[in-house]
């Protein structure tokens, strides 16, 4: 943070002068960061809009899954595949290492795409979380499939699901900080919210399935994480989008503060 941090874009060591170009011009259109213009969230807006909750439904399905991973990985692999505990905890951080290595090689996915393609954003989110979301469900799936006498082959399965859900960076996370630049704290806010919700669930839920630690119990787990990681190939492409919402506008902001602006003018003093 001492290092690479910054107080803004123009101070950053690192970054180029088209990055920052590009950062003066967003923020300057989305009239963001003016801390010293009042904005009111917008909250109906928000709770209405199709965009949002299909951005949020499908963070959650992307979180819900790996909260399984992370939390209950170790068993999983004690239990079925009778791995000892020192071999157990470098393979349960495989999958993490995954993870953490797709995302940075998906933002970077990403920016390629916007360079080299006439895709709007909302398609290249489309097209990031459909592959990450069908990848995380298709290779959970593929792990209930195997024995302990394929052990080796379920943990490349669990990293590759875990590598595809780093698609969801670029996709269902970008599109739901991008609908309202201006309001993306309070849309995140509520968000994690719910996320925050399904991570109370999931152990409770888990636990309550897996009892025993049998296989059958822990592919009943999987199923549930597998149907909950394809949600969004329905819900956020049909609803989802990663444009500005025209209630997020500047224009549509200036016109909500001009219309405050009349009708304080015109009530009784």
Known sequence: ??????????????????????????????????????????WMQILRSPAVWAAVIAVICHEFPLMTMIMFLPSYLHDVHHYKSTKNGILSALPTASLWLSKLASSYANSWLQRHTSWNRSTICKVLNSLASLGLGAF???????????????????????????????????????????????????????????????????????????????????YISTAIALLPLIVFNIWGSADVQWWASQKASTASRKSEKSSNSKSPA
């Open 1 to 42: 943070l001492f290092v690479s941090g910054a107080d803004k874009p123009s101070k950053q060591s690192c970054i180029s002068d088209a990055e920052v170009k590009f950062i003066t011009v967003s923020n300057a259109y989305e009239d963001v960061g003016k801390k010293r213009t009042e904005r009111k969230v917008p």
């Open 140 to 222: 959970l799936f593929a792990a209930t499939l195997l024995d302990s006498t394929r052990a080796p082959l379920a943990v490349l399965f669990l990293c590759l699901s875990m590598a595809s859900a780093g698609l969801h960076t670029p996709g269902c996370q970008t599109a739901l900080v991008s609908l309202a630049p201006a309001y993306s704290g309070a849309i995140t806010g509520f968000a994690f919210f719910f996320v925050a919700c399904s991570g109370i669930a999931n152990p409770i839920i888990t636990k309550w399935i897996a009892q025993n630690g049998t296989p059958l119990e822990w592919n009943m787990v999987f």
